[in-house]
């Protein structure tokens, strides 16, 4: 399906481009560009179907970008969540219970830890013995993480993640926090040991440019 996507804010690269989309959901889609301009957070104005320029020539859906991945041949998969549906529900909103507001937004909006951009393989697993999903990882904190994938598992679901960085591997339990159909899900981590907190503490450090990794699998305070 024809789409044009535009740039919401000033500040971002402007982009103003017609693509076909790869997927389409209820909440969102996904596509991909030429453009090196998208980037997680970015909020775009999008017209769907596109057909011609003086047709849609309206200010168009908002979206957000919450995915941004590398093709092997240079080309940018983007995944973005319309903000239609929440924004009319947050207009409309009358003062719901604690219960009612968290059953209706299943995004927590306090972390236990700040997330940092995280891009590396994973592979996911509900244990004992379920099937595993070759997955990647787009962001990461010290108590969780996103999961990039088009099949997200339904909240409360327990998976087994297991995460290789630089030769370094991270098993972990986990659970579902919220999901996104054909965006991803967010996972909380349970029962981590202290060598798991460490790994994860030496990855966060790593993308702060805080320590870099050796080739043998210690890591350097820069």
């Known amino acids: 399906m024809p789409i044009r996507v535009r740039s919401a804010d000033f500040v971002d690269d402007q982009v103003d481009e017609v693509r076909a989309t790869i997927n389409v959901s209820r909440g969102g889609l996904y596509f991909s560009s030429q453009r090196c301009s998208y980037h997680r957070g970015m909020k775009v104005l999008l017209t769907i179907p596109f057909r011609d320029f003086v047709a849609d020539a309206g200010p168009g859906e908002r979206g957000e970008v919450v995915r941004v991945e590398r093709f092997k041949d240079g080309r940018m998969g983007v995944a973005v969540r319309l903000l239609k549906s929440t924004e009319s529900r947050a207009e409309h909103k009358v003062h719901p219970s604690r219960a009612e507001e968290t059953k209706k937004s299943p995004i927590p909006e306090h972390r236990l830890a700040p997330r940092l951009p995280f891009s ?5 697993m509900e244990p004992p013995v379920g099937p595993k ?5 787009s962001d990461l904190s010290l108590s969780g993480c996103y999961v990039d994938t088009l099949h997200p598992l339904p909240v409360g679901a327990r998976i087994r993640l ?3 960085r630089d030769k370094i591997i991270l098993e972990a339990l986990a659970t579902v926090i919220y999901s996104e159909p054909r965006l991803g899900m967010g996972v909380s981590f349970t029962q981590l040991s202290p060598e798991q907190k460490s790994i994860l503490e030496n990855w966060n450090a790593a993308t702060c440019g805080e320590v870099e990794p050796l080739r043998n699998g210690q890591w350097k305070v820069s």
């Open 133 to 137: 999903l070759k997955t990647r990882l």
């Open 120 to 124: 590396t393989e994973a592979e996911v």
């Open 162 to 164: 297991r995460v290789v």
